[in-house]
């Protein structure tokens, strides 16, 4: 610690301190006392923020948001207003145009680049929210979600091999309040007190358009009152030492919840092109902060606090689950899932059974190969065989064919012999008979008293 | 041989002759004035005298501008929401029917009006049946009209509660309409003429507001809604040709105000926002203007005709089948059976 040389170290959890430091006033009164030293020089260190924002920015960001609403109140509109890209559109409606009976959770992603940064922006959309007539249980689905994806990076994070771990937990819930001008529904506050402890709610006015200015103030306070009264605890932005950031942050305090408007097309007025919704008694303009609080939310969750956002996601809402998941198991001590038994063991043990676990498995491929293997031999010997016994067959029969064949010819060459010995039998009669004939000539000519 | 026989004078049948033998009336010429034409005058002072009531029910989500809208529309403080409720009230556990009564007066004639409100309808987690309570205080009406119609000896006037038109609030998503719209609407539109109309319709723009009304059309044709003016009720061709106007522009598009504003040099009912202010009255914004003209200025009368002609005799047919003869279910005068033979209706203007 100091540079004494002196044993023994005592160990205070990470930091070795030796005796003589130990006794020391500034070490005693704990370790936020941090002697501050000034630099002699340019040391350079001040550059770690910039290579923090080079790796950063070469590895892309990941975010996710999930909206929550009944279907109409123009979450859709809102996503596309956001990200300014067209996320739901005529090919691909947003949610409430496709009537759903039950509530589901479904996955949006985009990869947006602007000024060399990548983000890869996962929607998560829940249509069929509060749409039924009996909406009990409604949020159900959606915290199944959020914990399978706590669950994920769980698993992920406990893996011995981690190099990649996408973060594909919900970083923020965007909750869509309909615009009531009284308060809050039963089934707004339900949802409420059953997420808030599982990730950062943002909840917002929607189509505030619908609202005057003094129902909109009206209406914000009595939100306020009813979350504070049922202990709902919204994403708190974070305190800063910095004034002008502390000023801005108690601007949005000030305005919570927000009242937002959204739409993409584009309409002129006095001369300027704005985002807006015509009406025949104006335009109500998005962009517009005396119209409604959509710059205030982009600027909030794009331009401030998106880091923020997954950080207490990552700080808060994960450890909460990581905690609770991990007591349960140690207090049972009986794994009602599989993939509980993972966490208990100390990462060596857990090395050794990754190690026979991947052992098992290569030896259970082994053997199904081989499996697949003999079969396949079977396979290849049977065909053989098939085709010898038909070769055999054709072999046979081309045998007796010939045989058939070779019968014939030789029935046929007796016959021919036959018929030759006949014929030169006959030739030998017919000579002979020449012969004879012509003796009897000769005979006859010599003693011509023989014939007649 | 012939005789003169004077023609045998037949006996009058004994029953009635059927009406379709007797001929029409001749129209005959009048010779100077009568004065016939004086029976509307009597008709109409009679009525200033007696004054008639007419009860509306309003439905919807809490939040939809049920008590607005009335308000606008009788120009005066006559909602639940002006009487008692604060507005910090919390939505109630279950569907309630509170309803309020104002005596409202305008050129001599007095209307008494009810406004039967029902706070909790769709509101909760769970809705399943919420249309029952409404349902049942229906059928209570016109079973208390039944009774003090069925009654030995009956009052000169019944006071009437029955519910004669029924104003269901429609949320203005954009998209299509809810489940428990549909499932509302398909309970109650043989019990009551049930008037559909867009809440809040300031959300929507034009082309919004036109996609949303035919999608809103063809979906109740689709699932058998028959929504007031009934088609089956139409009597002749100008009725028609009018209900089926209005059956066009239908479910309205409303916004309803009691706040006055100052545009264009006149105070206009209105809502101010800091694009504009959407004026309740003018066509071009919402139609409110044709709902008011609708409801009350042309259809007022015949909202209460169908509802005492159709669906009260529907009612009361469906109970004297049931029982085979009429039990009324707490009463002290007991009912001789031969009373249920009685065929006239009370006149009612």
Request: proline share 5%; with cysteine; aromatic share 8%.
């Amino acid at each position: 610690c100091c540079g004494h040389e002196g044993w023994p170290p005592t160990c205070f959890s990470f930091v070795v301190f030796c005796q003589s430091c130990l006794l020391k006033p500034s070490t005693v009164f704990g370790f936020g006392l941090q002697q501050q030293k000034n630099l002699e020089g340019y040391v350079g260190f001040a550059n770690l923020p910039n290579q923090v924002y080079r790796k950063s920015v070469k590895r892309g960001f990941e975010f996710t948001l999930m909206v929550v609403g009944e279907s109409g109140l123009g979450k859709s509109t809102l996503i596309n207003s956001l990200f300014l890209t067209d996320l739901y559109s005529p090919e691909y409606p947003g949610p409430s145009n496709r009537i759903k009976k039950t509530v589901q959770v479904e996955q949006s992603k985009v990869l947006i680049k602007e000024g060399g940064v990548q983000l890869l922006l996962t929607i998560v959309d829940t249509p069929g929210f509060g749409d039924a007539v009996d909406n009990s249980n409604c949020w159900q689905t959606v915290i199944d979600h959020i914990d399978s994806k706590f669950e994920d990076y769980l698993n992920a994070e406990s893996l011995v091999n981690r190099r990649l771990m996408p973060d594909s937990r919900v970083h923020c819930c965007l909750y869509f309040i309909a615009p009531s001008g009284h308060g809050l529904k039963p089934l707004d506050i339900e949802f409420m007190k059953r997420l808030h402890e599982k990730v950062n709610i943002i909840p917002l006015i929607a189509k505030a358009d619908t609202l005057t200015p003094e129902e909109c103030q009206q209406f914000k306070k009595q939100i306020m009152r009813e979350i504070q009264e049922h202990k709902i605890k919204i994403y708190e932005f974070p305190e800063t030492d910095d004034e002008e950031e502390s000023k801005l942050v108690k601007k949005i305090k000030d305005r919570l919840p927000l009242a937002v408007v959204g739409s993409n097309t584009i309409i002129e007025v006095n001369g300027k092109r704005v985002r807006g919704r015509q009406y025949p008694w104006g335009v109500a303009e998005v962009e517009n902060g005396e119209h409604c609080d959509f710059t205030i939310l982009r600027n909030m969750l794009i331009r401030t606090h998106m880091q923020d956002l997954k950080d207490v996601t990552n700080n808060v809402h994960y450890e909460n689950y990581r905690s609770r998941k991990l007591a349960a198991v140690t207090y049972n001590g009986v794994d009602n899932n599989k993939n509980k038994g993972q966490l208990t063991k100390s990462p060596l043990a857990q090395m050794e059974e990754e190690r026979r676990e991947h052992v098992t498995k290569m030896k259970k491929m082994e053997m199904e190969m081989e499996q697949v293997f003999e079969m396949k031999v079977k396979e290849k010997i049977q065909k053989l065989r098939d085709s010898e016994a038909e070769l055999q067959r054709r072999h046979e029969q081309m045998k007796k064919n010939l045989e058939a064949q070779h019968k014939e010819l030789e029935e046929k060459r007796r016959q021919l012999e036959e018929e030759k010995v006949s014929w030169e039998a006959q030739q030998r009669m017919l000579e002979q008979q020449k012969l004879d004939a012509s003796r009897y000539a000769l005979v006859y000519k010599d003693t011509p008293e023989l014939c007649c | 041989m012939s005789e003169i026989v004077p023609p045998e004078v037949r006996p009058k049948p004994a029953v009635p002759a059927k009406p379709s033998h007797v001929a029409p009336p001749s129209r005959s010429a009048l010779l100077g004035y009568i004065g016939i034409d004086t029976i509307i005058e009597q008709m109409r002072k009679k009525t200033m005298k007696t004054g008639f009531d007419f009860n509306i029910m309003v439905v919807g989500q809490s939040g939809l501008g049920k008590s607005t809208l009335v308000n606008t529309l009788f120009k005066s403080q006559v909602s639940r929401r002006s009487t008692s409720w604060s507005r910090d009230e919390k939505i109630p556990k279950t569907v309630e029917i509170k309803s309020v009564s104002h005596v409202i007066e305008e050129g001599g004639v007095k209307m008494k009006l009810t406004v039967i409100d029902t706070p909790g309808f769709g509101d909760q987690i769970n809705n399943e049946n919420c249309w029952e309570p409404i349902s049942k205080y229906i059928n209570e009406q016109y079973e208390k009209f039944l009774k003090e119609e069925v009654n030995i000896a009956r009052k000169k006037r019944i006071p009437d509660t029955r519910v004669h038109c029924c104003l269901y609030f429609i949320s203005p998503t954009g998209h299509s309409l809810r489940q428990l719209d549909i499932e509302f609407m398909k309970h109650l539109s043989r019990v009551v003429n049930i008037i559909p109309v867009i809440a809040k319709s300031d959300t929507l723009t034009l082309d919004e507001k036109t996609e949303f009304k035919q999608k809103v059309r063809k979906e109740l044709e689709a699932c058998g809604i028959e929504c007031y003016p009934q088609k089956e009720f139409d009597e002749d061709m100008e009725d028609k040709s009018d209900n089926d106007k209005i059956r066009e522009a239908m479910p309205f598009a409303v916004v309803g105000s009691d706040k006055e504003y100052q545009a264009n040099a006149k105070r206009i009912l209105g809502r101010k926002t800091p694009w504009g202010v959407v004026e309740v009255e003018n066509p071009n914004h919402c139609e409110f203007s044709l709902l008011r003209d609708f409801m009350i200025r042309s259809h007022l009368q015949d909202l209460k005709e169908v509802t005492h002609n159709i669906h009260y005799e529907t009612y009361r047919a469906k109970r004297l089948n049931d029982n085979g003869g009429l039990h009324p279910i707490s009463s002290s005068v007991p009912m001789p059976i031969k009373h249920t033979q009685v065929m006239c209706k009370p006149t009612k203007f």
